[in-house]
């Protein structure tokens, strides 16, 4: 069935995914720069985010958030997490009743430790909350590579229903009813995709790259089960298959930065160059809380916050863990 869908975001995301749905539904996108909407309508391109390749020429797109809203069957948020609730406060007022709301964003907020889809049910209560997530590198995928992704919803018959209308022939869309579980692996792997690429910086190797997916894997396992999501998830797309892809993709923004610093770089410098997000810098933070909080050990992704923001060099990280006494695999630490 023929949906309308409201996506807000003009960046990489938000306009590949719009891109794809255009193709069996009727979009819109938001943006708020006029440069991406002008050029969105009329070359079918979004040079700043996905230079080169054409999208979907049914694809409108908007400055108009209200325009972008007021008909939609389904919004979908591609907005960074620190700016998420802020595009949901401007859009409240034209959204439709009961109207899901699906997020593409995999960060967590920092003053609150929330997660966006608990972010979208404060915000707009009553509103079914789910959220596309999995390994979807978005340049590949703008490219017409073949991508497989999750969308998670509490009720089925609704995540049954936006699975047919996100999946296109090379986009492949599984259902999963754990949101929990499906948000945290994205938010999560972000850290993890930073150690691995501060680990190719520094050129540790293939082996130390593995380690870091594999122990990775455990420590995300431990505090995602912690937090209420379900252990089968994070060995599913939304956990192990994008902890993959992030962790061994040159293209993923969160490997870039760990790779520069691994080069080197001072982090400010790293963000100072690069016009798109990389959430792992700031869940970084909120994921040490979340820790304590929960009281769960989670000895890679501390070694990467101290990188962060403690002024340890990553050859610091890479004692720090080789450091730590290993214990046995079937065993959490
Ligand atoms: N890119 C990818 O491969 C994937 C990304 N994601 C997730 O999707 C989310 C969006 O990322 P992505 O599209 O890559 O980000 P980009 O860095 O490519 O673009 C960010 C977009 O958000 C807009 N934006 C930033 N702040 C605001 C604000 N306050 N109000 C309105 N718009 C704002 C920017 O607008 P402007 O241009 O005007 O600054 C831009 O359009 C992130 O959480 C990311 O982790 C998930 C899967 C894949
Ligand atoms: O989440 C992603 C792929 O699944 C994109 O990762 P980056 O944000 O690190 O580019």
């Not at 719009?18 to 070359?43: C, F, P, Y």
């Not at 699906?102 to 929330?114: I, M, N, P």
Request: charged share 20%.
């Amino acid at each position: 069935m023929k949906l309308n869908f409201g996506i807000l975001g003009g960046g990489s995301w938000g306009t590949t995914v719009a891109s794809l749905l255009a193709k069996n539904n009727n979009t819109i996108l938001w943006a708020r720069n006029e440069d991406t909407v002008n050029e969105i309508n009329t070359r079918h391109m979004n040079s700043k985010y996905l230079p080169g390749g054409e999208l979907n020429k049914n694809l409108v797109a908007s400055n108009s958030i209200e325009d972008t809203v007021k008909n939609a069957d389904v919004i979908v948020v591609g907005i960074p997490s620190q700016h998420f609730r802020d595009a949901l406060k401007i859009a409240k007022p034209y959204i439709r009743p009961w109207v899901p709301i699906v997020s593409l964003a995999k960060g967590l907020e920092l003053d609150t430790k929330k997660r966006m889809t608990q972010i979208i049910e404060e915000e707009l209560p009553g509103h079914p909350a789910g959220v596309l997530t999995g390994p979807n590198l978005a340049k590949e995928i703008h490219a017409g590579q073949a991508a497989a992704a999750v969308i998670a919803m509490v009720d089925d018959t609704i995540a049954k229903q936006l699975q047919g209308s996100f999946s296109t022939g090379l986009f492949r869309v599984y259902t999963n009813d754990d949101v929990i579980g499906c948000e945290l692996g994205g938010a999560l792997k972000n850290i993890l995709a930073i150690a691995s690429g501060m680990g190719d910086g520094a050129n540790a190797g293939d082996n130390t790259r593995a380690a870091l997916i594999t122990r990775g894997l455990s420590e995300l396992t431990r505090l995602g089960k912690a937090m209420g999501g379900k252990g089968s998830t994070f060995s599913g797309l939304a956990g192990m298959g994008d902890l993959v892809a992030t962790c061994s993709s040159s293209k993923s923004r969160n490997y870039q930065v760990g790779f520069q610093l691994g080069k080197g770089k001072r982090l400010e410098h790293i963000i100072e160059e690069m016009n798109e997000v990389a959430e792992g810098v700031k869940t970084a933070k909120v994921v040490m809380e979340l820790a304590r909080d929960y009281n769960v050990d989670m000895p890679i992704s501390y070694e990467v916050y101290k990188v962060l923001y403690e002024g340890n060099t990553v050859y610091d990280a890479f004692n720090g863990l080789l450091k730590i006494e290993s214990g046995s695999e079937k065993e959490p630490g």
